[in-house]
């Protein structure tokens, strides 16, 4: 990839995840594999939310998913997004796994 595709690809994910619902979204699926009601019903919203964020998300290449029966499971398979998460929760002192409580990031 060439110098400007590479800013292009950054820019482009910075402002997937400067929504705080996506970036939440992408936090808690970094802890672990996800389906939709697992995502909204820990992050305690909508599942229309949850399901129009994903779908941008997996639009712009920052998660994936597979249907598994009726669910579908994602993930987070952007290595940008990882390392630009991680390295911001990192700086705020908290792991991703922080926002992982209760049934959050369990596939059902």
Known sequence: M???QICCRIAEV???LGHPVRLQIVQTLLTK???VKNLWSCLELSQATVSQHLSVLK???IVD???EGVAMRYWVCDDISKLLI???MDHYGMDCSDAAT???GEVE
């Open 14 to 16: 910075l402002k997937v």
């Open 33 to 35: 594999e996800s389906c």
């Open 59 to 61: 639009g712009k290449g």
């Open 2 to 4: 060439e110098r400007d």
């Open 102 to 104: 209760g049934s959050c």
């Open 86 to 88: 991680g390295t911001l």
């Open 65 to 67: 998913s597979v249907r």
